[in-house]
């Protein structure tokens, strides 16, 4: 329990490292928060948990929705696409193509050019030592739950200005 512990404690301080990324992922969601637009989340496998949050969470994000294949999205709106490495490139490109503001998350190690702002947490290995000579638990959903709640604070900050 204790190394999970030092391990977890480690990764958020490392995830805290990338504030500017954060923040500008903040800004741009903010702005369909403030406006007239959605925040639309299009979460990818165990990301999905960062939906249940801000969707289902004691204090939801404000003016939020999932993103589905069939959404509706006007200049207004902002999409995040949280994934653990590739899975939300596709969707991305369309939205970029279209002019969309997008903001992306990756678990794993990975870059793009494709999000006006992008977060990795570069977690491409387990925290614990294994039996085997590698490593085991990797909290992908952990580490996105935990910048969403960072982005969630500076929106917060931002709509009580």
């Known amino acids: 329990m204790k190394m999970l512990t030092t391990q977890l404690t ?35 496998g165990e990301m999905k948990a960062v939906v249940a949050a801000a969707i289902n969470g004691a204090e ?26 590739d899975e939300g490139d596709e969707l991305a490109g369309r939205l970029a193509d279209a002019h969309m503001p997008l903001a992306m998350l990756a678990a ?28 085991t638990l990797v909290p992908h959903a952990m580490g996105a739950l935990y910048v969403y709640h960072a982005v969630k604070l500076l929106i917060d900050e931002m709509l009580a200005e």
Request: proline share 4%; glycine share 6%; hydrophobic share 45%.
């Open 10 to 44: 480690g990764l958020f301080q490392r995830i805290s490292q990338q504030e500017e990324a954060i923040e500008d992922t903040a800004r741009l969601l903010a702005q369909a928060a403030v406006g007239e637009g959605t925040i639309f989340l299009a979460a990818f």
């Open 60 to 85: 939801p994000l404000p003016r939020i929705a999932e993103w589905q294949p069939d959404s509706i999205v006007t200049s207004a709106d902002r999409i995040w696409i949280l994934a653990k490495k």
């Open 108 to 135: 794993e190690t990975k870059e793009t050019d494709m999000a006006d702002a992008f977060i990795s947490l570069k977690m491409d290995k387990g925290l614990l030592p294994a039996d085997d000579g590698g490593r």
